[in-house]
């Protein structure tokens, strides 16, 4: 709100200007910028012109007009020309007399905008002040009417939209007739008569319809001195034609949008849409009306300016669209993708695999702003990989695209068919875990996790049925030294067990000859040197697997002084003996043996031993063997 006062200091100028026989001159209007300035607070009457570095504009008044006999109107008009500037304050004043101030405003702050033009208008008001002020005309013979001006550019927008739309035109449902029963109905909607702009904001009923008769809408641009101008329209039913007319100096422009037959139906007249009459063709280079060709010349290409689907798929496809890549060549650096056309693309590269050599890829490039994103796909039909980069990590990310391969990670909805291997992450001890399906020829399981104890070997307790998972690795039926009186998962201690073939199926399947029944044993080991089976050579004949050997002995009086030296030419004694030298007719072998007795040079004591026929095997036979190391054996499953 603003508030207006005269100063006192007029009064003293008023004063002083009617002693003189002078009238009183507001010459100048000055604008004023006060910080802080609360307009809503009453002016002091004591002050006058603020100080002039608040003065933001000053303009000669241009004209005054006597509004009654206590009231004068001082005008100015800012040109379009002047700087823009802020202003809050506004203040009347004789630029010829100081302390002449004879009208202070404080107002809301406001800005002159640059290329705008501002009238501005104060009314100073006391008693007899027109004939005080000696000023005689009235504002009627100065100020502007803008009312033509107005109309004018209201018409041109008229005439705008007539361009456009033409005398009528309307879109979707809107002002549609229809009939519902005996009642005829005008839907809500938008509308274009005469250029005017017509709303519908519910639906209307017209009145007094008769058969075979025209419904027309008639509208007309009214609006009052100081109110908003608005389109106001009104539906009519005549059995005549009805055209445009003027009624009280306001022109009406009327459109026919329904006919009403005879037998009640309506039949809609309105003209949808812009009025295509009024726009130009389109072109190569401008603007203007597409006509659409049917699917019969789209599928042909016939038209001028048309597009077959195949002549816009050879188009698009040099762009990487439509089933046709754009080939990128060979691909040394991923920098060399920022250029590359967003679509289907082609190229070879080591870089997805971080391989050795290239590797032909197919994929799309997926452009989002200034990033983008490759989706790609080797052409190795035997180990298929899905590739993506990303531009703002700068690196590939690689994954099997075949989950039933062997070696990829569990997967609890997999069937795993007997010999399939997975693997497993522990966490705990930072290792990956290779799992080989176990439980039988044709078996299959879903949903038997290997990390579970129970589905292995190690925690089975059904010895009616094979397990599910072993560790993978190893040959089955393989023996080998362990350094554990457990085995491990994989494997059965060699201890002569009867083991279950229900169970250890492929033990079983690699030694059918060791199954007895419904068992399978591989023997005894423990305590026992190995021999290799001699298999035809003949230098340990008559021998079969897992058979056993006596040990060799000496044989003397069992002093330990006599000891009987073999005839080592005697099949007899060798057999006993359990070892033959490679050459029996060795001088070393055959004649004498060097004993480490008393004497390093001694000849053997021999008088007094036994015969190997009359040794007695409690006292004079002593059991020969090298130094040794135990350790467990243990035999793949």
Known sequence: MSQVVIPLEFERYLQDRIINGQAPDMNEMIFAYLPDLDSEQPIDRHLGLPNPSYWVYQQDVMQQAKLNDDAIIYSVVIPGTVKAFTFNAIYLHDKQTANSCGLVVHKMTETKEPEMSSVRSCVQQYSGAAAIAQIHVTPESWQIDYQSRLYGMDDDLRLACLDLFGDASFFGNGFQIKVSGSDYLCSPGVGYVGGLRCVNHGQTEITDVLPASGIYLDVSWQGGVVSRWTSNWKLTASTTSLTDYVADGVQHYVTQIARVETDGRVTDLRHLGLDENKLPDATTTTKGVVIRATDNEVLNGQGTGTFSTEQFRKVMSRYGFFGSTYGLGYIADNSAFDSAPHGLISFSSKLPLNSQIGVAWQGIKLLDGSTYTIIAASNNAGDPKLAFYHSTQNKWTSVLTNLNAQFAPYQSDRVYRTGDVCTTYDSGIGERKFWQMYAGPN???????????????????????????????????????????????????????????????????????????????????????????????????????????????????????????????????????????????????????????????????????????????????????????????????
């Open 443 to 637: 078996m299959t399981c879903v949903g038997k996790d290997p990390e579970d104890p129970l589905n292995r070997h190690d925690g089975w307790s059904d010895p009616s049925a094979p397990f599910w998972w072993i560790p993978y690795g190893g040959k089955v039926g393989q023996p080998f030294f362990w350094l554990d009186t457990t085995p491990p998962e994989e494997a059965v201690m060699e201890i002569n067990a009867d083991l279950p073939i229900s169970v250890y199926w492929r033990l079983a399947k690699a030694y059918p000859h060791l199954v007895t029944g419904d068992t399978i044993n591989t023997g005894e080991i423990r305590g026992e040197f190995l021999r290799v089976l001699d298999q035809g050579r003949g230098v340990d004949s008559g021998r079969s697997i897992n058979s056993w050997q006596n040990s060799s002995a000496f044989v003397g009086d069992g002093d330990g002084y006599n000891i009987l030296i073999p005839n080592l030419g005697s099949a007899k004694h060798k057999e006993v003996l359990g070892f033959e030298f490679d050459n029996a007719t060795d001088p070393i072998s055959a004649n004498y043996a060097a004993l480490n007795n008393n004497d390093q040079n001694a000849k053997v004591i021999t008088s007094g031993a036994k015969s190997l026929e009359t040794a007695n095997t409690a006292s004079d036979f002593a059991r020969l063997r090298v130094r040794n190391i135990a350790r467990p054996m243990a035999i793949y499953i």
